[in-house]
């Protein structure tokens, strides 16, 4: 798999209920995270992914997220709760547009021999998503959230795109979710604790 950032955009993903409810999680998202990055699908036929670019490449000013076909009818074929497992990696991949519009990446990757960090910051910024929506509606399916990442955990602990390991990539979310639901952290807060909690491991 080999993402060049430049992959031809499609926008809808030919279900348009999915697309219709999909639109309004990603306007929840951009509220709590306060960024709007452009969205859409791409081919993902070489390999299953979502991935996060600071390229502006819709009319949108903080970046875009592309979101795999075939990732999504993965996720959609999942047994329960398939629109928070696509929400979840939604959330997690607009965090990374957090990082990029202020300035995290560098600072979260310096002497790192992996991306693990980053991606478990945007773990925990998905979690923190998730405690705020648990706070509002209280039958949201967060608990998905902590599974989803710990399905997409992996063990190449040596390989530089690491991510985590399933533990680590649900401890993210549930210490994000933690920040938002318990301890009522705003965004701004949850920015600062999400570092520090990367920042130990």
Known sequence: MYITGSEPMIPKSGNEKLDFALAQTLAKISDVFDVLPGFAY????DGLNAYATPAVRLNRSDGTV???????NRLMSGPENPDASVAA???HEFGHI???????????LAGQPTVKRAELQADFFAGYFAGVRKLQRANFPAAVFAMTQYNFGDNMINNPSHHGTPPERSDAIT?????AFTEKKSFAE????ATNYVMQL
């Not at 949850?190 to 604790?193: C, R």
């Open 190 to 193: 949850a920015l600062v604790s």
């Open 89 to 91: 990696v939604c959330a």
């Open 66 to 72: 592309l979101f795999g076909q075939r990732l999504l």
């Open 98 to 108: 957090v990082q990029h519009r202020k300035g995290l990446t560098q600072n979260l």
């Open 42 to 45: 791409y081919d993902d036929s």
């Open 175 to 179: 210490a994000g979710f933690k920040t």
